[in-house]
């Protein structure tokens, strides 16, 4: 059980990261000024990576161990529905995201902070419906 309430905040802490930074943070990005982006944005990244990588890491290595251990009462589609939102989730940041903050780490462009608002959607939906199967495993394994 302790497993998978440690998943289970580490998912959520996700979920409630991104929706902070789809509707907060980066529609801000326009606001910052050509001038000063390239270095606001390379802060951004760097610091966003303290305050992820630890949730991130330990939400990847918990929905791991849940597939190995496979708590009792949780059924097996359910990891894997997790499992695989996991992986678009990966797969959005790896293939969209990292790439738009790649460009704007050279120069602001208005597209690409656009694109990577609306690209953001994949990880925001992503996280939403992880914290769910997240919450599920836990009231089934009960």
């Known amino acids: 059980m302790l497993l998978l309430v440690i998943h289970l905040v580490a998912t959520a802490a996700m979920a409630g990261l991104i929706w902070f930074v789809q509707v907060v943070h980066y529609p801000l990005f326009t606001a910052v000024g050509a001038s000063e982006f390239t270095s606001y944005e390379q802060q951004h990244t760097r610091l966003t990576s303290w305050v992820v990588g630890p949730f991130m890491a330990v939400e990847g290595v918990s929905a791991l161990a849940i597939l190995a251990i496979r708590p009792e009462g949780v059924p097996l589609w359910l990891i894997f529905a997790g499992l695989i939102l996991l992986a678009?989730?990966?797969?959005?940041?790896?293939?969209?995201?990292?790439?738009?903050?790649?460009?704007?780490?050279?120069?602001?462009?208005?597209?690409?902070?656009?694109?990577?608002?609306?690209?953001?959607w994949l990880r925001t939906v992503g996280w939403s419906l992880r914290s769910l199967v997240a919450a599920a495993m836990i009231l089934t394994s009960v």
């Open 88 to 120: 678009v989730i990966h797969g959005s940041t790896i293939f969209l995201q990292v790439p738009a903050h790649g460009i704007l780490t050279e120069r602001f462009d208005t597209e690409t902070a656009s694109r990577l608002v609306r690209t953001n």
